[in-house]
């Protein structure tokens, strides 16, 4: 009873880079790149490490977590957001740059 699930099988935000990781580990890599990675380069502002793969694991030397119950925040490490998102928006006339309105900021 219900309705049957219905798997989209075709993604098109995502750089093929990025999706490859969610697409085999859990879709058993059936999920497909409605894009190329020409269609989604790299954010001007941002020094990556490689162009070809839009990822940057940013190390926050120092920053403390803190917290209460279940709910914890870590001021260093959204310092470091914020100051890679000014170096962002400050390169959006850049083609390829970004506006406030493009960005989002998910945390677990």
């Known amino acids: 009873a219900g309705v049957s699930p219905c798997m989209l099988t075709t993604q098109y ?3 093929p880079a990025l999706a490859a990781f ?7 890599g ?3 790149d409605g894009v190329t990675p020409a269609a ?3 954010v001007p502002g941002f020094p990556w490490p490689r162009a070809d793969f839009p990822v940057a694991l ?3 030397v120092g920053a403390r977590e ?6 914890h925040t870590n001021q260093g490490e ?3 957001v914020a100051h890679i998102l000014r170096n962002v928006l400050a390169a959006g006339g850049q083609p390829g740059g970004l506006r406030p309105g493009d960005i989002g900021v998910v945390t677990p």
């Open 78 to 80: 959204a310092e470091q």
């Open 58 to 60: 940013v190390p926050v």
């Open 66 to 71: 803190a917290g209460d119950g279940t709910s």
């Open 40 to 42: 989604r380069p790299p």
């Open 22 to 28: 969610p697409s085999a580990c859990f879709y058993q």
């Open 30 to 32: 059936k999920v497909e």
């Open 13 to 15: 935000r995502m750089h």
